[in-house]
Nanobody
Framework: QVQLVESGGGLVQPGGSLRLSCAAS????????MGWYRQAPGKQRELVAT???????NYADSVKGRFTISRDNAKNTVYVQMNSLKPEDTAVYSC???????????????WGQGTQVTVSS
């Protein structure tokens, strides 16, 4: 009923920048929180950043000052601008959203398929 599709991943040199996008579609009434998570090979999935419908943000300490999360509520889309990228940022980045669907009164978590980000010289 709800689909999340990420885009914008790729290969970038250390110190470079990428902008990831995640668009939600389907029978959506509202989206309370959207965010980005990442998982590197052999490691657990970790929080990157989240943003509420009102614009409140939360970042992992490892990305503060380098990454900026934003959203367009009218388009049900969340973005993350990633600057000063480091090799340790290499991971699959996945979009997450807490969505209230049409005809319901509660929010349910949904996940996208993920997009690969590789930071290497």
């Amino acid at each position: 009923q709800v689909q999340l599709v990420e885009s914008g991943g790729g290969l970038v040199q250390p110190g470079g920048s990428l902008r990831l996008s995640c668009a939600a579609s389907g029978s959506i009434f509202s989206i309370a929180i959207m965010g980005w998570y990442r998982q590197a090979p052999g490691k657990q999935r970790e929080l990157v950043a989240t943003i509420t419908s009102g614009g409140s943000t939360n970042y992992a300490d490892s990305v503060k000052g380098r990454f900026t999360i934003s959203r367009d509520n009218a388009k049900n889309t969340v973005y993350v601008q990633m600057n000063s990228l480091k090799p340790e940022d290499t991971a699959v980045y996945s979009c997450n959203a807490f969505v209230r669907t049409l005809g319901t009164s509660f929010h349910t978590a949904y996940w996208g398929q993920g997009t690969q980000v590789t930071v290497s010289s």
